[in-house]
């Protein structure tokens, strides 16, 4: 299991908005954003199935280059602090990704409003997706350069900061760009990219782990690289002729509001205790292998990595298949309701009787669950989007849902352990998966 599936991918749609609708023509089919007002507040429109073209492995490449790095720098920064401060090594990593992810949660939400808001012959989203991934790769880098704590916060935080304004961006790019009825389709290939991103970043940080501070160097890099080819190989069109609100302090703050809607805050709540439910299990792995199920801590590790290589693959089968089909069937939610179900029943043998096979049989389980829903979540969340013209800022919102559960998780699963024992993880773990279910199948004009 792996970083927030900050992750996932991509997310838009009322009454105003805040200028004409781009054009549409050959190179840039009919999208979700271009669908006529509704006279309630209204889902995203059908307007039949485009093709993705190039925008399809951009988005590959694109949610790929974040993912390689933002798991591999946990890694090597623990590394790097057990060379610097061995003694207070764990208290330095818990620090930095605290205040890194309060920084990532942040800017996610502030640059998707300003990109929201932005015009430029280069569109909204591109100057922000190259623009953040040079400064988050610019503050990792320097990271790598300091063995003064105070600046390596610093400098995580921007990188994550920098992280944050690149994926509002990036993720805004499918209710600006993709035609509704691949959706799926672009959602399934974002996901695939975190995963094999997240996957590749386990085995840099693997072979770096003897000189992290090269690694924490060179490896967020990526990003710039993948931005560039976005940016180079699907220009978007000038908005300079579109009118915008003022920039104004309260104009800007007002932007920054989530929008009240019911199906939006059911969206949210349903992503978060699904990701929640995966991440609470997520932390105590090597214990549960050790203190509850009593093997050792060499064969645990074993186990931890046929597992994830497990979970790996089956939520990349899942991802492919799952995107496709919502794409054909024009329906997402019963699929995201699905995939959440199955994470529960996941848990289930765990409830009944930790052992080794039933640890392996959640993975597998989980794993197919956790594909699918990644899969469909990107384009279930941009089409519960209640208004256009503030799409990369309500998706900077919703990804809070992703963001969060990597803070709380722990938390969560420390006072679990510490009140019920380590057992009690997988009923929390069901729970919450439960949960998420029955939110997202309270969304009303999502299909």
């Known amino acids: 299991m792996s970083h927030a599936a900050s992750a996932t991918v991509g997310e838009a749609h009322v009454v105003e908005r805040l200028g004409p609708p781009p054009a549409t023509g050959p190179d840039r089919p009919a999208t979700a954003a271009d669908a006529p007002p509704h006279d309630t507040p209204p889902a995203v429109a059908h307007t039949g199935p485009g093709k993705l073209g190039r925008l399809g492995p951009l988005l590959f490449a694109g949610h790929l280059s974040w993912a390689l790095p933002a798991n591999a720098a946990g890694t090597l920064l623990q590394a790097l602090f057990a060379d610097q401060r061995a003694d207070s090594k764990v208290a330095a990593a818990a620090t930095i990704t605290a205040i890194g992810a309060v ?142 609100e003022r920039l104004d302090v309260r104009g800007v703050l007002r932007s920054l509001l989530p929008p009240d809607d019911a199906d939006f805050r059911w969206a949210f709540a349903g992503r978060f205790a699904v990701i929640l ?29 046929t597992g994830t290589t497990l979970l790996g693959v089956a939520a990349l089968v899942a991802s492919l298949v799952t995107g496709w089909l919502s ?82 998780g722990p938390v969560l699963a420390g006072v679990t352990v510490s009140l019920a024992g380590y057992r009690a993880l997988f009923v929390v773990s069901l729970v919450l998966a439960t949960a998420g279910a029955l939110c997202i199948a309270r969304i009303r004009r999502v299909r």
């Not at 990792?140 to 704590?149: D, I, N, R």
């Not at 990036?170 to 760009?177: E, F, H, V």
């Not at 932390?283 to 990595?305: E, P």
């Open 103 to 244: 920084a990532s949660i942040t800017a996610t939400v502030a640059a998707g409003a300003l990109s929201d808001l932005t015009r430029s012959r280069h569109g909204r989203r591109n100057p922000w997706i190259l623009g953040g991934a040079a400064v988050s790769a610019t503050g990792l880098s320097l990271a790598g350069l300091t063995s003064v704590f105070a600046l390596q916060v610093i400098c995580f935080a921007v990188f994550q900061a920098g992280l944050g304004a690149m994926l509002a961006a990036l993720y805004a790019i499918m209710p600006d760009r993709v035609a509704v009825g691949s959706l799926g389709k672009a959602s399934a290939l974002g996901a695939v990219g975190y995963l094999v991103g997240t996957a590749l970043g386990g085995f840099v940080a693997a072979g770096l782990i003897e000189s992290p501070a090269l690694g924490i160097l060179v490896v967020p890099w990526t990003m710039v690289v993948a931005a560039l080819l976005i940016v180079v190989l699907a220009p978007d069109r000038s908005n300079l002729d579109q009118p915008r």
């Open 277 to 305: 439910a995966l991440f609470v299990v997520a932390f105590y792995q090597l214990y549960l292998f050790t203190d509850l199920i009593g093997v050792s801590t060499g064969r645990a590790g074993a186990l931890i990595a």
């Open 327 to 408: 794409d054909r069937q024009g329906r997402r939610k019963p699929i995201a309701v699905g995939a959440s179900v199955l994470i529960a029943a996941a848990a289930v043998p765990l409830v009944l009787q930790p052992g080794i096979l039933a640890m392996m049989a959640f993975y597998a389980v989980a794993g197919l669950g956790y594909g699918a829903f990644l899969a469909v979540d990107g384009a279930l969340m941009v089409e519960v989007l209640p208004a256009a013209g503030s799409e990369a800022k309500d998706l900077g919102v919703l990804s809070i849902a992703n963001s969060a559960p990597v803070v709380l």
